[in-house]
């Protein structure tokens, strides 16, 4: 597509329940980062995945989160037994190559989550 | 990424008037990246710097690193209501992947 797409664009839940976040790259873009955005904050590194391969994870919060990418192109990122605090903005986001070096991320709309 | 300081954190002008928002590292940094974001929207890239002293234009924004790569500026000339937006000087420390973003210094312009 044109740009990065996330669905959905909002998601209201309570607190316990299971959602999952999609994410459409820019097609060819092999590399992938999830970040989280709480209100007032920067966006917080979650995981980056370069092709199918989560090449590093340390952003997660907890076990709860868990992300895939199994084809290389759509990412999923899950959280399980949503708590208030999980509550924020996920942002995909997309870059040709390493974005710590080609310079670009490409960010979706984000996918506004929140936990009653 | 290494700890980058940006300020200031809030940042209010009359439209017509200047503004700079400055980040600074105790460390060298190998590359500076700043995006925009604006009210309810994604972050959006705007430059990289790379080169010691380097300084880029982009209409009336000009972006600045400094000789020992340890700090950079954006500067805007004659803000304008479409420049609102919370902007971010991003850094990837010493991964080649890995940018991480700070707070911003939010803007907000008065018409």
């Known amino acids: 597509g044109a740009g990065v797409s996330q669905t959905p664009s909002n998601k209201v839940t309570e607190k316990g329940k299971y959602v999952e976040l999609r994410c459409d790259p820019i097609s060819g873009h092999t590399a992938l980062y999830w970040y989280r955005q709480s209100l007032g904050q920067g966006p917080e590194f979650l995981i980056y995945f370069q092709g199918t391969g989560a090449a590093d994870d340390s952003g997660l919060p907890n076990d709860r989160f868990f992300a895939v990418r199994p084809e290389g192109s759509v990412s999923t990122l899950k959280i399980q037994r949503t708590e208030r605090g999980d509550s924020a903005v996920y942002l995909c986001?997309?870059?040709?190559?390493?974005?710590?070096?080609?310079?670009?991320?490409?960010f979706g709309e984000g996918s506004r989550l929140t936990v009653l | 990424g290494q700890q980058v300081m940006q300020i200031p954190q809030y940042q209010h002008v009359q439209e017509g008037e200047d503004f700079t928002t400055y980040c600074n590292s105790s460390?060298?940094?190998?590359?500076i990246q700043w995006y925009k974001q604006r009210p309810g929207g994604h972050p959006v890239f705007l430059i990289q710097?790379?080169?010691?002293?380097e300084v880029k234009k982009q209409k009336r924004l000009t972006f600045q690193f400094g000789e020992a790569k340890k700090n950079s500026s954006l500067h805007i000339t004659a803000t304008q209501t479409t420049d609102v937006g919370t902007y971010f000087c991003v850094n990837s420390g010493g991964s080649n992947y890995k940018l991480t973003f700070g707070k911003g210094t939010l803007l907000t312009v008065n018409p």
């Open positions: 710097l790379v080169k010691s002293g």
């Open positions: 986001a997309s870059s040709r190559g390493l974005a710590g070096t080609t310079g670009e991320l490409f």
């Open positions: 460390t060298t940094l190998s590359n």
